[in-house]
C-alpha cells in the first residue's frame, strides 16, 4: 500500500469528495444543481413522500437554493435524464452514452429484465407513441387482469421494458407518473451515441465514483451493476499499474483512490455544520461501507413490519461533526404546515448535546422551509432524558 489514512482523514476524505457540506456557491442556483449531478454522477429517486422526495433532499443538502423547479428546468433544458444507476437515477446528459452498455445488453438479451419481454405488446405501444407523441401508462386502457408480483398492467411492463433498453425516454414526469416518448425526439441534437468499448466504460465507472466518492472498492464500485464487478477489479489493477490510481489503507481495509482526491485532505472540514440527510443520499446509500468507514449501522425501516421498528419508518441520518451521529424519523403534515419528529435517536459518540442541539436547531430553521412546514413537534427521544433540552433548543421553531 502506498498511502495509509486514519479513520478521521478517511472520513474527511469522503465528505469533502461528496460535497454534503457546501461552502458559499458563486453563480445561478441552478447551475449549481447540475454541477451537483455531474459531480456525484447520479441522484436517486425515490417515491416515497413522507417528507420532500430523495432527490430533492440530496440537491438540497449541496446547493442551499436548491429548489424542485431546478431540476425541472434542468430535464425540460436536457441536461439531465432519467435512466438507472443502481437504481431509478436522474443522470447528467453529458454521461448519456455510458447508460447505453445497459442498455444494449437488456435489447440483445444479455440481461435480463424484471418484467418478461412481451414482443408484440412492445410493438403496439411503441407505434402508438410513434403516432401520437408522448404518452403515460394510463394512456393505455387496460380492463383484464394486472400480472405479475407488482400488479401491473400489460402496457405498462412493456413501457418501462422500452424504456429500460434505450428505445423510449422520460422527457418528464406529470404527478410523479412518467411521460414516454420515442428517444430520438428526446436526445440533445449532437449527443453522443456511441457505445464505450468495456474499458473505456470500466474507466468511467472507476474515475466518476471515486471523484464522488473520495475512496472506494471495486465491490463499491460496481454497486449492483450487472456483470461489471470483474471488468472494475481489472481495470482497477492497469490504473495502478499506470500509476493512475493510489492504493491506500483506511479503517483497515484496502482502498482506491484518485491522486488528486487527496489534494482535498489539505482543505478545511465544516465540522461545526450539521446536514439532515435523506436515507437515500449519495453518502449513505451503500449501508456496508458507511458502517466500515463511519461506524454507523444504517437501515432505513419502512420495509420492516412496524412492530420490528428501533428507529421509525423513515429515518434520516445526520452528519455533525464529521461523522454520522444521530437518526431522525420524521413526517411533514403538510396540510397543517407541521413537521413531525417521531423519534430522534442519539448516537452514544455525542459528547457534547448542547452544540449538537444548537446545530440541529439551525438546520431544522430550514429544513422547516425545505418541507413547507412552520412548526415542529417532537414526540420522542432516545435517551429519553435528552427530549427537554431539545425542546428548550427548539423553542422558537414551534411558535
Excluded at 433532499?57 to 425541472?72: E, G, M, V
Excluded at 419502512?302 to 428501533?310: I, L, N, S
Aim: aromatic residues 10%; glycine residues 4%.
Amino acid at each position: 500500500m502506498n498511502e495509509s489514512l486514519s479513520i478521521q482523514q478517511a472520513r474527511k476524505l469522503v465528505l469533502l469528495s461528496q460535497r454534503v457540506l457546501p461552502t458559499k456557491q458563486a453563480g445561478r442556483a441552478t447551475a449549481v444543481t447540475l454541477s451537483a449531478i455531474e459531480h456525484l454522477g447520479y441522484i436517486q429517486i425515490d417515491t416515497k413522500s413522507v417528507i420532500q422526495r430523495a432527490h430533492h433532499h440530496t440537491l438540497w443538502n449541496r446547493n442551499p437554493r436548491y429548489k424542485a423547479s431546478q431540476l425541472d428546468q434542468l430535464i425540460a433544458d436536457k441536461q439531465v435524464f432519467e435512466y438507472w444507476s443502481h437504481a431509478a437515477a436522474y443522470l447528467p446528459f453529458r454521461d448519456y452514452r455510458f447508460s447505453l452498455p445497459r442498455k444494449y445488453a437488456l435489447a440483445r438479451g444479455d440481461q435480463d429484465h424484471w418484467y418478461e419481454r412481451d414482443e408484440r405488446m412492445m410493438k403496439l405501444v411503441l407505434k402508438r407513441i410513434a403516432t401520437e407523441g408522448p404518452l403515460m401508462a394510463k394512456d393505455f386502457e387496460h380492463t383484464g387482469k394486472r400480472i405479475g408480483e407488482w400488479k401491473t398492467k400489460p402496457a405498462k411492463r412493456a413501457l418501462e421494458y422500452l424504456f429500460m433498453q434505450g428505445d423510449l425516454m422520460a422527457p418528464c414526469r406529470v404527478n410523479f407518473h412518467k411521460v414516454y416518448d420515442l428517444t430520438e425526439r428526446v436526445l440533445p441534437e449532437g449527443t453522443d451515441t456511441t457505445e464505450p468499448d468495456p474499458e473505456e466504460y470500466a474507466r468511467f465507472l472507476i474515475t466518476r465514483y471515486l471523484r464522488a466518492n473520495g475512496l472506494g472498492q471495486s465491490a463499491e464500485i460496481a454497486y449492483l451493476l450487472i456483470g461489471a464487478k470483474q471488468l472494475v477489479s481489472a481495470t482497477l489493477e492497469d490504473m495502478v499499474s499506470n500509476r493512475e490510481l493510489l492504493q491506500i489503507r483506511a479503517a483497515g481495509e484496502p482502498y482506491y483512490a484518485l491522486l488528486a482526491s487527496l489534494e482535498l485532505l489539505s482543505k478545511p472540514l465544516a465540522r461545526s455544520k450539521l446536514k439532515i440527510l435523506s436515507p437515500f443520499d449519495n453518502l449513505v446509500i451503500q449501508r456496508k461501507r458507511i458502517k466500515a468507514l463511519f461506524g454507523f449501522d444504517y437501515l432505513i425501516e419502512c420495509y420492516v413490519p412496524e412492530a420490528k421498528r428501533r428507529y421509525g419508518y423513515f429515518s434520516l441520518p445526520i452528519l455533525w461533526d464529521g461523522k454520522l451521529v444521530a437518526r431522525m424519523d420524521c413526517k411533514a403534515e403538510r396540510n397543517e404546515s407541521l413537521l413531525h419528529v417521531h423519534h430522534l435517536a442519539l448516537e452514544p459518540c455525542i459528547l457534547n448535546t448542547d452544540a449538537f442541539f444548537l446545530a440541529l436547531r439551525n438546520e431544522l430553521e430550514s429544513f422547516l422551509q425545505f418541507n413547507h412546514c412552520n412548526k415542529i413537534r417532537i414526540h420522542r427521544t432516545s435517551p429519553a432524558n435528552v427530549k427537554p433540552k431539545l425542546q428548550t433548543a427548539i423553542n422558537d421553531l414551534t411558535r
